[in-house]
């Protein structure tokens, strides 16, 4: 009895002991475990981190430039068609291809900022000069300029929520710009000095907003500045924006934009000190929805009353009355149609109502009395891929405007042929592009009239261009 009672208690402290070094080999193992786990996290981490950092650059260099020589066929310098005549602008409504005649260029520099816990900051900043005269030594004729300088940060810790994954910025800045690049139409384009959040989750899309601030040259000794409050809602292929402008002391102006012009009291108490306008639009896919057709495409709405008749613009309508309005809707795209084909096209439509006449010499509408300017165009440009690095570009536009003030409904085509020499003919938006074009356009006698091209000039009703271009962006 004795016997067994001791071997059992021999057992027992013995299974005692076993049990008490499995605890601790088994402890110890996870022990191990726990730690590798730990190092190959800590190790993905690091990778994660590494990666990250290397989708931003330290340093950036982006730009744009254009430039050649054009001539008509007197052999003298040819001039533009179409930009800075009728009421469209700074752009060229029967298409910009043939139809550019000085030397651009834009020199864009981004400096990146990086953390290792993912936060970031870049600072951009943007020079730009242009210049039509041809000489190498063009000083006296430069207009360099500051066009950005702004920061933005992106992944702080305090951006939470719907914030998350959004970006802040402030400064001097292109903003919310679009456009169809064969007319070099800014139909958007919210530039400014400000500041705003962009990419704040709301729904199912997202938001951005901001505030922007413009400056007008001094009128009268009353220094003009606009301010516009801007918003963009994204969803899907939609995109809402809406603005509203406050231009204090506009109204109480008493000059124009020429200073040897006086406003009537009756004008500067009509002038605008506030407005609004709003935006809507839609991206295809593809070929207006055409799955068949490679390509994208657009069509939008806009809308604008008072300094928002300037619609597209935080600069607003500085010479605009209370009443004014203003609409405009477009459409665009660009499309591979074939192996040897692609085409871009553009058309649009603007009307600008309830604007105030000044009684004066040459005008049809009395002093106070309110009319109308109204203007569409449309600008195709189909391009033939010969091989990989030369093609065919051709371009067709057309462009009219009704004028009730002066009572002139000028119009005006053009027609443009480019050889064209690239790297890779397949990428429509591919550059550089080295070209050689001839242009050909022809207008009517109002439109003769609405930009004074007489006998005495170099253009009468027609006229034709010879010329080489280069253009590149990256």
Same mark, same amino acid.
């Given at each position: 009895m004795k016997k067994f009672l001791l071997v059992t208690l021999l057992a027992g402290l013995a299974n005692v002991a076993f049990a008490e070094a499995t605890d601790i080999q088994t402890t110890t193992l996870e022990s191990r475990i726990a730690a590798l786990e730990a190092q190959v996290a800590e190790t993905n981490e690091t990778i994660a981190s590494v990666e990250k950092k290397n989708t931003y650059k330290d340093f950036e260099f982006h730009g744009y430039a254009r430039s050649g020589f054009m001539a008509n066929s007197n052999g003298r310098g040819g001039e533009q068609f179409d930009a800075n005549r009728g009421p469209w602008g700074n752009f060229h409504p029967t298409g910009r291809l043939g139809n550019e005649d000085e030397t651009y260029w834009e020199i864009a520099l981004s400096k %990146?900022?990086? =953390? !290792?816990? #993912?936060?970031w900051a870049k600072y951009t900043t943007m020079l730009a000069d242009g210049v039509e005269t041809t000489n190498d030594w063009t +000083?006296?004729?430069?207009?360099?300029?500051?066009?950005?300088?702004?920061? !933005?940060?992106?992944?702080?810790?305090? =951006?939470q929520g719907?914030?998350?994954?959004?970006?802040?910025?402030?400064? @001097?800045?292109?903003?919310?710009?679009?456009q169809p690049h064969i007319t070099d139409f800014w139909y958007r384009a919210m530039d400014g000095t400000g500041a705003g959040i962009q990419n704040i989750k709301l729904g199912n899309g997202t938001l951005d907003t901001a505030i922007i601030g413009r400056n007008y040259t001094d009128l009268d000794d009353t220094d003009v500045e606009v301010y516009t409050y801007h918003t963009l809602y994204k969803i899907g292929n939609w995109e809402f924006d809406l603005a509203g402008h406050l231009g204090k002391d506009?109204?109480?102006?008493?000059?124009?934009?020429?200073? %040897?012009?006086?406003?009537?009291?009756?004008?500067?108490? !009509?002038?605008?000190?506030? #407005?609004?306008? #709003?935006?809507?639009?839609?991206?295809?896919?593809?070929?207006?929805?055409?799955?068949?057709?490679?390509?994208? +495409? @657009?069509?939008?709405?806009?809308?604008?009353?008072?300094?928002?008749?300037?619609?597209?613009s935080a600069g607003a309508n500085q010479?605009?009355?209370t009443d004014q309005k203003a609409v405009r809707t477009g459409t665009f795209g660009t499309y591979t149609l074939s192996d040897k084909w692609d085409i871009s096209h553009a058309?649009?439509?603007?009307?600008?109502?309830?604007?105030? #006449?000044?009684?004066?010499?040459?005008? @049809?509408v009395a002093d106070g009395e309110k009319y109308d300017v109204s203007w569409w165009q449309a600008a195709v440009r189909p391009v033939y891929k010969v091989n990989q690095n030369f093609s065919i570009q051709y371009e067709l536009g057309y462009a009219t405007f009704d004028d009730d003030r002066t009572d002139l409904q000028g119009s005006v085509w053009k027609a443009t042929i480019a050889p064209t020499i690239k790297l890779d003919t397949n990428a429509f938006y591919g550059r550089p592009e080295l070209r050689a074009y001839v242009t050909y356009a022809d207008w009517n006698d109002d439109y003769s009239r609405y930009n004074n091209i007489d006998d005495n000039s170099s253009y009468d009703g027609n006229g034709l261009n010879l010329g080489v271009q280069m253009e590149i962006w990256f």
């Open positions: %990146n900022f990086y =953390l !290792e816990n #993912g936060s +000083s006296d004729e430069s207009a360099l300029n500051v066009r950005q300088a702004y920061v !933005e940060m992106g992944n702080l810790p305090i =951006l719907r914030f998350e994954d959004s970006t802040i910025w402030t400064g @001097k800045r292109f903003y919310n710009r679009d506009n109204d109480s102006r008493t000059q124009s934009n020429d200073p %040897n012009l006086d406003l009537t009291d009756r004008q500067a108490e !009509e002038l605008a000190d506030t #407005g609004y306008q #709003g935006l809507i639009s839609y991206r295809f896919p593809g070929f207006y929805g055409s799955e068949s057709v490679a390509g994208d +495409s @657009k069509l939008f709405v806009q809308a604008g009353s008072g300094l928002g008749s300037a619609l597209g010479n605009a009355y058309v649009f439509y603007e009307r600008q109502m309830d604007m105030v #006449g000044d009684g004066a010499s040459g005008t @049809k």
